[in-house]
C-alpha cells in the first residue's frame, strides 16, 4: 500500500544546500569512510550498491541531461518496493538516499528522494527537478514521482517507480497531479505542468524537512 495523501498547507521555507550535491568535477555523493559504516550496519552488499551509486554519478557527471535522467531511473528501479510500515515500522519515513541503496528497498518517496538528490550532484540544474505527489488512478492511491522540466515552459517528463519508462506527463493518463515541490519552494498542480506557486515555500512539509537534517 502506498502512503495515504496529506495535503499540507505550507508556510516559511528554508533549505541549507548541501555540499555533497552541488555540480563539480569530481562529485561526491558517499566517502569511502561512509560507506565502511554503512557496511557494518547494512553489510557488504550495500557497499557495492553505495560504490555504484559513486561510479554511476562519476560515469555520468558530462553525460547529456536526458541520458542521465535515463540511467539514474534505471538505477534505482532495480530496488525493491516496500511500506514504510513495514520497512521502517513507522507509519510514514522518508529515507535518505544511504538508507535506500543500504537496505535496497522504499517507498515511493524513498525513490524520488534518490533520484532528485542523485540528479542534482550529476550537475541537473534544481530548478528543473520537482518531488511531485499525484494521485495514481488505478491503484487509487497517493503516490510520488520525479518531474523533469527542460525548460520552464516545457512539459515536464515523469520519473516513476511502477512504470520504469520515462514519459511525457500527458502521456501518464494514470497519474493526475496534486502539488510539487523542491528547494525553491512548492506548487499546486492543478494542471499537468508545474503549477502555481504557493506563498510561503514548504516548511510545514516536515518530513521533507527532517529528511534535510539527516543529510547535513
Known sequence: MLPRFKLIIPIIFGIMSLSWAAPSTSPTVITPAEIEKAKEKYGPLA?????AWQKLVENNINKPERLKLQRVNDFFNGATFTTDKKHWKQDDYWATPTEFLGTDAGDCEDFVI????????????EEKLYLTYVKAIRLKQAHMVLTYFKTPKSEPLVLDN???????ASQRRDLIPIYSFNGDGLWLS?????????????D????WNSLLEKMR
Open 47 to 51: 557497499a557495492r550498491r553505495l560504490e
Open 114 to 125: 534518490a533520484k532528485y538528490f542523485t540528479l542534482k550532484a550529476m550537475g541537473v540544474p
Open 162 to 168: 511502477i512504470n520504469d519508462r520515462i514519459m511525457k
Open 204 to 207: 510545514k512539509l516536515k518530513n
Open 190 to 202: 492543478k494542471q499537468r505542468g508545474k503549477g502555481k506557486a504557493v506563498d510561503g515555500g514548504t
